[in-house]
């Protein structure tokens, strides 16, 4: 259980998740270089980055990822490259792995691109891959990503206070749980809702 396949593929009827691929690195590099996406999904302070070393880092993240990591890339049913989806800090013996999500392509914003990425992503956790238990951290200014995650019945479980500092001020680290009993019975409610409708 602790070696995530790195061909992992994941589809329904919304999106699919694929490996990283470097026939789309010239998007990536867009969406690295993009500062608003930078201040939403990293902790890292903005720079630019050349497209020569985004390239090697890119390279490494493809042919050589991390034990316990898998970044995969979030597609619509029409093949478009949307954004990005991530699991990492697996811990095989403790059955549990942190979450993201990052839509890189803000025409798709607010289309549910996310909600289905991170569904579909958490279907494979909590079936395929038998985990317990998913994290997720969401910096205080990021409204999008607070509302996806409790759209999908994560818990919020604490805080690391002042843990970033942007726009001249620090801002909290706001620390979600999610339960696989907990997302079952979530989506088994929306089932319900569907079928009532």
Known sequence: ????????????????????????????????????????????????????????RFEAMVERPPAGTLDLEIHTRDGSLVGVAYVDHLCASNRHARVGVTIGDRHRWRQGFGSAALRLLLHHLFGERGLHRVTAQVVGFNEGGHRLVQRLGFTEEGRIRDHLHRDGRFWDQHLYGLLRSEFDAAEAASWVRAAAA
């Open 1 to 56: 259980m602790g070696t995530l396949r790195a061909n992992l593929v994941l589809s329904d009827d919304r999106v699919a998740l694929h490996p990283l691929s470097l026939a789309h690195v010239h998007t990536h590099f867009r969406w690295n270089n993009d500062e608003e996406l930078n201040r939403l999904d990293s902790e890292a302070p903005f720079e630019r980055e050349s497209f020569g070393a985004f390239l090697r």
